[in-house]
């Protein structure tokens, strides 16, 4: 794994405490990055993509058990129906 910026690190653990958290609601989540300018918009959605591929990976590799077996199952279902140039987010 690549030495990880502490921006990075500080996120993925601020998102792993939300979701880890109970009542926790998606949709909240989702209403308020909704509001967030277009442009960060379109960069959370590339790292949304991101992670959907790495799923698919995951998938094809067998590397998953019950606790995120239908994660992977999405991601491959997602690359597999999305192709490469459409999963594309270019910078505007």
Same mark, same amino acid.
């Given at each position: 794994?690549?030495?990880?910026?502490? *921006? /990075?690190?500080? +996120?993925?653990?601020?998102?792993?405490?939300?979701? %880890?958290?109970? #009542?926790?609601?998606?949709?909240?989540?989702?209403?308020?990055?909704?509001?967030?300018?277009?442009?960060?918009?379109?960069?959370?959605? *590339? /790292?949304?993509? +991101?992670w959907?591929?790495?799923?698919?990976?995951? %998938?094809?590799? #067998?590397?998953?058990?019950?606790?995120?077996?239908?994660?992977?199952?999405?991601?491959?279902?997602?690359?597999?129906?999305?192709?490469e140039?459409?999963?594309?987010?270019?910078?505007?």
């Open positions: 794994m690549p030495k990880l910026n502490e *921006r /990075v690190i500080n +996120a993925v653990t601020a998102v792993t405490s939300m979701v %880890n958290s109970m #009542g926790h609601e998606p949709k909240d989540f989702v209403e308020l990055m909704a509001t967030q300018h277009r442009t960060l918009q379109q960069n959370f959605t *590339r /790292v949304c993509v +991101a959907m591929e790495h799923l698919a990976r995951a %998938n094809e590799q #067998g590397s998953f058990d019950l606790r995120n077996e239908a994660s992977t199952k999405l991601g491959k279902i997602f690359v597999e129906n999305i192709e140039v459409d999963r594309y987010l270019p910078y505007v």
